[in-house]
Each structure stands twice: as structure tokens, then as C-alpha cells.
């Protein structure tokens, strides 16, 4: 009975690590690479350094796939939570402070982990709603792969802007 049970689990309990099922969080504008922006841990798909943190890069998706340093776990979303599967870690900003970087941590049900969504697809921090998840402003540094070449950009935690902005705009999806 507990083969069957956990044969259960797998199936219905845990799509994520059965299916692959990830959502991929992307800037709403494009700004200057048609393939559009993804939250991404720095480092190249499987071998990202955790301990590196978080940027803005070329979405993978283009590719066909979400890549596993830019798939979230969409259960923990909805609670709040921006889980990697693939690395157990969990977008944490270091501070609840105006250009807080940010890192991955263990996951924990933590203040500086805790986000959510408003309507205007801002990304904001819960214990401080003035901060929005926000993409470097100005021009792409250039990474080392792709073709053409992919682009990244610093994030950081910057004050929500009053009316919505293009760099503090976020949307997920699932796999194209």
C-alpha cells in the first residue's frame, strides 16, 4: 500500500517534479531583445551558481523549453513564494530597503521571501509594498552564448513607481 500511495504522490501530489511543469517569469516589455526578459539565476542553465543571484536575462523559452534557472515552481507562487524546483531555493531580497539586491536562499517562510503581485504586474515585497521587483534601467550588458547573443540585466528591489512602468512590469507563463 505505501508503493501505491507514493506512486500517488508522484502522479497527482507533485506535477512539478513529475511533468516539468515550471512557469517562467518574464518582463511584460520586451525592452531591447525580442525574445523578451526572465528572472535568471546567474550561470548557464544546470550549472547557475546559486550563490551568484538573480538577474534579468534572455528568456529561454525561445529555445522551446523553460530553462531550469528560470523555472518556478507556479504552486508556490500562488503563495506567495518564487521556489526554483530544480535548485530547492527561493528568491530572497537581502533587504526590505530602496535597491536591495537579490539572492536565493533556502526556502523558509521568511519576510524577505514572501512577494506578491498586484494588478498592474508589479512584483512587490511583502513586508515593505513600496519596493518593486525592478529590471535595470539602460543598455544590455552582453552574456557569452546564444545567437543573437543573449542579454542580461541587473534586479533589484527600486520604490514602485506611481504610474506603471515598463521595468517594474512582470507576467508568468508555462511551457510554449
Not at 22 to 43: A, H, N, T
Not at 140 to 146: D, I, L, N, V, Y
Request: net charge negative; aromatic share 10%; hydrophobic share 35%.
Amino acid at each position: 500500500m505505501s508503493k501505491l500511495t507514493f506512486l500517488f504522490y508522484l502522479i497527482f501530489l507533485s506535477p512539478n517534479i513529475v511533468t516539468g511543469n515550471s512557469v517562467e517569469i518574464y518582463s511584460l516589455d520586451q525592452l531591447d531583445d525580442q525574445r523578451g526578459f526572465c528572472i535568471d539565476i546567474r550561470g548557464h542553465k544546470s550549472k547557475a551558481e546559486i550563490n551568484s543571484g538573480l538577474q534579468a536575462h534572455t528568456c529561454y523559452s525561445y529555445q522551446g523549453t523553460i530553462a531550469v534557472d528560470q523555472g518556478f515552481d507556479p504552486f508556490k507562487l500562488d503563495k506567495g513564494q518564487f521556489r526554483l524546483p530544480a535548485f530547492d531555493v527561493c528568491m530572497e531580497a537581502d533587504s526590505n530597503s530602496a535597491s536591495a539586491s537579490l539572492r536565493l536562499s533556502k526556502c523558509q517562510d521568511v519576510d524577505l521571501q514572501n512577494f506578491e503581485w498586484d494588478n498592474n504586474g508589479r512584483i512587490y515585497l511583502t513586508s515593505n509594498m513600496k519596493l518593486c521587483l525592478t529590471v535595470a534601467q539602460g543598455k544590455s550588458r552582453k552574456g557569452g552564448g546564444g545567437s543573437p547573443v543573449h542579454l542580461m540585466r541587473n534586479l533589484s528591489m527600486e520604490l514602485c513607481s506611481d504610474t506603471p512602468q515598463a521595468f517594474q512590469m512582470w507576467g508568468a507563463r508555462s511551457e510554449p
